[in-house]
């Protein structure tokens, strides 16, 4: 007899399980494989090896192993995966999640805690999924005399606007979500939504802290936007182009970083403001206005404000790789796809499997992701130091970086870049 | 004629504007202020102007829009509006603003745009800078001139005396 539970019984729990798999396997035979079925004749199928892949044979296809590759590759092809998992959300939400599972295990290091530690055994590994789940099973409360409206679709839009950055970064040659031909003005409009949505979120909570964290908020972004801009307007001297894939392109051979250091550094700055991290995090400042703008947020919504701040976390970060690291530029460490499974198949003793349709993936590609996530996750970590070295400094003397010191830096750096055209150094004629 | 994308633009765009005069809570006016101005960004963008849609979002949405929301939330709204209820003073307004759009579209209509047919691609925004810097410098220095004199007197008024004297920790 337990303690925690006196009324378990093995036979009952025996007996739910076996209910559950069938309540289980009969609404999926009776609703899921129909629903299937009906999504299937809706939408287009792919031609594989030239031949149509029809909804009735789907299921048959799928568990054919010498069609199942084939299928997999016209299905990585379609704009929905690219949105949904590789360049768009499924891997921003990864790598975001990584980040704030290192970023407090880190900080914990720093100041010799020791940091999560009992979920999932090692190290804590499961915190995260825990505070996840803890999240999404708490009660959801909005403050009696708040803007009802607003106050629900803040945190969505937050995470939408977060997402629309990060279909914005390209992550491999020819993996990105949207390539539009002016990527870098789709970034400063995009980036110019955050503060509007932080201020009808702390305004429509209809609460002092909230408001002043805000109104904090709304100082800090409004003014590190204009150096922001700035700073990357020397790339844009130097590339002739606004396109971020066209940006890492001309990146082949050396990285903007080491003609445009300032810029480098002055954007470094002002993504810290933009992010609200510390030594910037004012709009948040725990010790002083509870937790600023996110106060009354509450259960999942709080979760989803989190979940944009770290997607934009990502994207700040992979926009510096991409403008100053040179995105997926890199060494080729990538091995390349051995060409005799490719003819002969796999061989092992007697039995020989062929498998059409390999490799997944090119080995650009794989190269090109490997470099460009080695480089964000270290531009990551350089954002997620100073909140365990450095105070929070002042508002005045935030604003007083932002209008004075940062722009006069910025004008330097566009007359660097300018000096570097006019010289030959770089354009035509010149390294590239 | 009947272009979906261009109907319901319209209809936002319009509707927006509306709600943006009607609202009696400021804040949701500038909201569909800023649906208003997306709205004209989207014609932009149906215009083939992508780089002028792309400004028009960063700027007036994200900075105008802002500075609006900024002012309504800041300042007591008895001190910036007077309430003035009056069915003669609105109707005379919707004839006015009747009467000019009018006389606009009869104008527009009367020009002979409706006859014009281009399948040209859409123009450039290289092409576009290209033209500043060559044919209309002029104007591309005054207007450099004007907004480095803004920006310098902008770091200027920002500027503290009593932050560099070592005082201020109250």
Redesign the interface.
């Known amino acids: 007899m337990s303690v925690i539970a006196p009324d378990f019984k093995l036979s009952e729990f025996i007996k739910s399980l076996f209910d559950n798999a069938f309540w289980g396997l009969m609404l999926m035979v009776l609703v899921g494989l129909p629903a299937i079925m009906m999504v299937l004749f809706v939408i287009e199928m792919p031609v594989i090896d030239g031949e149509l892949l029809t909804p009735f044979l789907a299921f048959t296809w799928l568990a054919d192993p010498t069609r199942t590759l084939p299928i997999v590759h016209a299905f990585m092809a379609t704009d929905m995966f690219r949105v949904m998992v590789f360049p768009g959300f499924g891997f921003a939400a990864l790598l975001a999640a990584g980040t704030i599972f290192v970023e407090r295990k880190m900080l914990a290091k720093l100041q010799l805690r020791v940091g999560p530690f009992y979920c999932g055994k090692v190290e804590g590994i499961l915190q995260l999924m825990g505070d996840g789940l803890k999240l999404i099973s708490k009660e959801i409360i909005i403050p009696a005399k708040a803007?009802k409206p607003?106050f629900w679709a803040a945190p969505v839009l937050f995470v939408a606007t977060a997402a629309a950055f990060v279909s914005l970064i390209p992550v491999a040659p020819g993996w990105v979500v949207a390539d539009?031909?002016?990527g870098l003005?789709?970034v400063?409009?995009i980036?110019?939504?955050f503060?509007?949505i932080t201020?009808?979120s702390a305004?429509s909570a209809n609460s002092k802290y909230p408001?002043i964290g805000g109104?904090r908020a709304?100082f800090q972004m409004?003014s590190f936007?204009i150096p922001l801009i700035l700073s990357l307007l020397g790339v844009v001297m130097v590339t002739g182009t606004l396109s971020l894939s066209g940006i890492v392109e001309s990146q082949s051979s050396f990285p903007w970083i080491i003609f445009l250091p300032i810029g480098a550094i002055v954007f470094f700055i002002t993504m810290l403001a933009e992010l609200e991290r510390i030594p910037f995090d004012l709009p948040e400042a725990e010790s002083e206005i509870v937790a600023g703008w996110l106060t009354e947020f509450s259960g999942m919504m709080y979760g989803l404000v989190q979940l944009g701040t770290y997607l934009k976390l990502y994207a700040f970060a992979a926009l510096f790789t991409v403008l100053f690291l040179g995105g997926w530029h890199g060494p080729m460490i990538v091995p390349p796809f051995p060409h005799e499974i490719i003819t002969e198949g796999i061989v092992m003793g007697p039995v020989s499997a062929q498998i059409p349709g390999l490799p997944l993936f090119t080995q650009e590609m794989l190269n090109g992701a490997l470099w460009f996530v080695l480089k964000t996750v270290g531009v990551i970590f350089f954002i997620l130091l100073p909140r365990g070295v450095f105070p929070r400094i002042r508002i005045?003397?935030l604003?007083?970086l932002g209008?004075?010191k940062l722009?006069?830096l910025c004008f330097v750096n566009v007359f660097i870049a300018l000096g570097l055209l006019y010289a030959g150094v770089l354009g035509p004629g010149g390294l590239q | 004629m009947a272009d979906p994308v261009f109907l319901g633009l319209s209809v936002i765009t319009i509707g927006s504007a509306i709600a943006a005069l009607e609202l009696r809570s400021l804040?949701y006016g500038s909201?569909a202020l800023?649906g208003t101005l997306g709205g004209i960004a989207g014609f932009f963008l149906l215009l083939d102007a992508?780089?002028v849609a792309?400004?028009q979002?960063?700027v007036y949405?994200?900075?105008i829009?802002?500075l609006i929301?900024?002012t309504v939330?800041?300042v007591r709204r008895e001190l910036i509006f007077k309430k003035i209820e009056d069915g003669r003073r609105r109707l005379a307004g919707i004839g006015l603003m009747m009467a000019v759009m009018i006389s606009l579209g009869a104008v527009f209509l009367d020009s002979g745009i409706k006859g014009i047919e281009t399948d040209e691609p859409p123009v450039d925004?290289r092409e576009i800078g290209a033209d500043f810097v060559v044919y209309y410098w002029p104007a591309l220095v005054a207007m450099a001139l004007v907004l480095a004199g803004s920006?310098t007197g902008?770091?200027v008024l920002?500027?503290?005396e009593d932050?560099e004297n070592g005082g201020?920790t109250g």
């Open positions: 803007d607003l539009i031909d002016m003005l789709a400063f409009a980036i110019g939504f503060p509007i201020i009808l305004w408001f109104i709304l409004v936007e005045d003397m604003l007083g209008w004075t722009i006069g | 804040v909201i800023m992508p780089f792309l400004f979002l960063a949405v994200g900075s829009a802002v929301l900024f939330m800041l925004f920006v902008a770091l920002a500027r503290r932050t201020g």
